[in-house]
């Protein structure tokens, strides 16, 4: 009866924290599923006729690796289309219409809404966004059987039958029924900076010492706030704003987002840190523009030097903040951790014993 019951013990603790694993595995599945994260996006700047950042998708990299047709905006230019002087779709064209595809693209919304289910995609951010109107074999037409929340400066990725349907009056030639709308990698959300930088056990900077130099001038002795943080490793929080053409890049984070232009507020000495990432894996896309790092803070003493290498760089910087241990685990899984370790030694406790008691006797 003894051994039974420490068999029963055994084997309930050891489901329990196989089933914990199961969920684990199971949930980061379920994160996953519906992202393409198999497809290799090259997402590169482009020249912009008005200065803005223009991100465009260089589509001859894509890799076909989900066995989908990938409709690319290479192949709809072929039909240049003149509303005054309309002409046929090519055959190469028009043949594809009817047909399922999926494409790969920046939404430009036709509304303004939380949700919507109409937007034109296109192969870069400056026919959408900042330059000219884009032409009529620049961009799809696409219907949403669901509602979605618009997405500016994120790649996507749509799925859905193709349409050769030119309709100049209402302002397209190309037309895509779409059954399901994703970005193209998935928008992991991250405990913010101030979660993370305690539980990394971190400072977290403050521009705040920065702003509070600028009456004193960019050649003033650091505040001893700041000073006292020279050396020491500390999570940041910013925009990148800018990127040079080193390999990795040195990125500019800006408190405040800017575009290059005119909209936000520019960076400068007082309200930027230059970041220098430990490798090509602390690069965020171009498209992730807000960003957390954290790494060794350098305060420059050099006043001749500030206005071109900032007050403060962010060395040896890393996307995110180390994990502080136990402070990821939630609570249900610690209780169940417990339990599961509990049942297994309530198990074999009386295994022992009884094994004890034999030995004796044979004494």
């Not at 702003?211 to 003033?220: Q, S, T």
């Not at 136990?326 to 022992?352: C, E, H, N, Y």
Request: a neutral charge.
């Amino acid at each position: 009866m003894r051994r039974s019951r420490s068999s029963l013990l055994l084997a309930l603790g050891f489901l329990l924290m196989a089933g914990m694993a199961a969920a684990d595995h199971l949930a980061a599945a379920v994160k996953s599923a519906g992202h393409p994260r198999s497809i290799r996006l090259a997402v590169r700047s482009e020249p912009s006729r008005t200065g803005h950042l223009n991100l465009g998708i260089d589509e001859k990299k894509i890799e076909e690796t989900l066995g989908e047709r990938f409709l690319q905006f290479a192949t709809l230019a072929q039909w240049r289309y003149d509303p005054k002087k309309p002409t046929p779709a090519p055959a190469a064209i028009q043949q594809l219409s009817g047909s399922r595809f999926s494409a790969i693209g920046f939404m430009y919304p036709l509304e303004v809404a939380a949700k919507i289910q109409v937007f034109c995609l296109l192969r870069s951010t400056q026919t959408c966004c900042y330059g000219p109107k884009p032409q009529f074999d620049q961009y799809l037409l696409v219907e949403s059987a669901t509602p979605i929340p618009p997405e500016r400066f994120e790649p996507i990725l749509v799925r859905g039958t193709f349409f050769v349907d030119p309709k100049p009056d209402e302002g397209y030639i190309y037309r895509m029924e779409a059954d399901s709308v994703t970005r193209v990698e998935p928008d992991d959300h991250h405990p913010s900076a101030r979660r993370l930088a305690e539980q990394a056990g971190m400072p977290l900077f403050d521009y705040g010492m920065l702003r509070r130099m600028e009456p004193l001038g960019v050649d003033a002795a650091p505040p001893a706030e700041l000073a006292a943080l020279d050396g020491r490793r500390v999570v940041l929080e910013g925009h990148v704003v800018d990127r040079d053409d080193a390999d990795p890049p040195v990125l500019t984070l800006g408190e405040q987002w800017w575009d290059g232009v005119s909209v936000g507020t520019p960076p400068g000495v007082f309200n930027s840190v230059l970041v220098y990432p430990a490798g090509r894996d602390e690069v965020p896309p171009l498209w992730r523009t807000q960003q957390v790092y954290s790494g060794r803070l350098v305060v420059n003493r050099d006043p001749a030097t500030r206005r071109d290498s900032g007050l403060v760089q962010l060395r040896e910087a890393r996307l995110g903040a180390p994990s502080g241990g136990a402070g990821k685990w939630p609570l249900w899984r610690i209780l169940g951790f417990g339990l599961g370790v509990a049942l297994m030694g309530l198990g074999i406790r009386p295994s022992r014993v009884g094994e004890k008691r034999v030995d004796h006797g044979l004494e």
